[in-house]
Every structure is written in structure tokens, then in C-alpha cells.
């Protein structure tokens, strides 16, 4: 079992930043990768970026590029997504999860786990 637990979310205004971090604990070492998603409101959920343990590979998808990083702190065994420039479509809850991933793709190839979520609310 994987215990993920997310901080920093908040409400903020268009433009402004927030970071979120991802602490990690328990079985860890049964997921290479980890990753943030985020649900709006009334929609399906979107992966928005991951990365692969222990390594400076990471990926980040096109609607966020440029604009969110994601990184580690292998020692810590925290990730964390840092959103720049924040969007009002931005706004939803923000999903850790730790997986076990292709490690030429970083794409999820078996179960992972999720933590509980994090509220990001960018008004205009």
C-alpha cells in the first residue's frame, strides 16, 4: 500500500501561482512513477502531468505546458506540481497518484493509488 497525502491548494486569481506537494509514504518502491491529475467540476478527469521516480524525466500535457511544472524530491519521497500563470479553467480538485508506469512512456501500466485531493479555485 501507497499513502499519498497532497497540500497547497487554495483560491487564488487568474494570473497568480500555487504549488502543490505530494508526500508519498509506505510501499513505494511498487510505483516507478507518479503524477497529479484534476477533476472539474461535472467533468471527467484529465492527467496532467507525471513523472518518473528518481530521474529528471517528466511530461506535462499540452494544456498546462508552459505553465505547470511537475518535480521530486526523491529523498523526501514528494512530488509536487508548480502551477504558474493560473487560468480560471484551471479550477477543479487536484489528484496525486502514484503508479507503476512504462518507463519509456511514463504511462500507467497496472493499478496505482490516489490521494484524497486538493481544491484549486482561480477566479477571473
Known amino acids: 500500500q501507497v499513502q499519498l497525502v497532497e497540500s497547497g491548494g487554495g483560491s487564488v486569481q487568474a494570473g497568480e501561482s500555487l504549488r502543490l506537494a505530494c508526500s508519498a509514504s509506505?510501499?513505494?518502491?511498487?510505483?516507478?512513477?507518479m503524477g497529479w491529475f484534476r477533476q472539474p467540476q461535472g467533468k471527467e478527469a484529465e492527467g496532467i502531468a507525471r513523472?518518473?521516480?528518481?530521474?529528471?524525466?517528466?511530461y506535462v500535457v499540452d494544456a498546462v505546458k508552459g505553465r505547470f511544472t511537475i518535480s521530486q524530491d526523491s529523498a523526501k519521497n514528494t512530488a509536487y506540481l508548480q502551477m504558474d500563470n493560473l487560468k480560471p479553467e484551471d479550477t477543479g480538485i487536484y489528484y496525486c497518484a502514484a503508479f507503476p508506469c512504462d518507463t519509456a512512456t511514463m504511462k500507467p501500466v497496472g493499478a496505482g493509488y490516489r490521494g484524497q485531493g486538493t481544491q484549486v479555485t482561480v477566479s477571473s
Open positions: 513523472i518518473e521516480r528518481g530521474s529528471e524525466r517528466s
Open positions: 509506505g510501499d513505494t518502491a511498487s510505483t516507478n512513477c
